[in-house]
């Protein structure tokens, strides 16, 4: 396989966009605030593979709603024909290892 790593996407005002290519068809893209320092491509691909990792085990988890659960009240309304890979993630396990990661970024 080919590097998953996309590079750099496009800049919009102060936000650096990067893209990662899963192998099951799935791009992560990952904003990052700029800064008067330059991003090294090491560190963000760092923080694309971690986020990837998180992803794999969601998906891998053998009793998990893959896109959560529909009746979720706190969610936005998703249609129930959508298909379970479109639906927006809704993990408190994933949401914990984007917050860790997030905090080794220094992201808020």
């Given at each position: 396989?080919?590097?998953p ?18 192998h ?25 593979r ?7 085990l969601y ?15 706190h969610?936005?309304?998703v ?21 860790t ?8």
């Amino acid at each position: 396989m080919s590097n998953p790593f996309l590079g750099l996407l496009t800049t919009l005002e102060d936000t650096a966009i990067y893209g990662y290519q899963l192998h099951m068809r799935v791009t992560i893209l990952l904003m990052l605030q700029l800064r008067d320092e330059p991003l090294n491509d090491v560190d963000v691909q760092a923080v694309l593979r971690a986020v990837e990792g998180a992803y794999i085990l969601y998906r891998s988890e053998p009793f998990a709603v893959l896109g959560g659960h529909l009746g979720d009240a706190h969610a936005p309304p998703v249609s129930p024909d959508t298909h379970p890979a479109d639906r927006p993630i809704r993990s408190a396990a994933f949401d914990h290892r984007i917050a860790t990661i997030a905090g080794w970024t220094g992201a808020q």
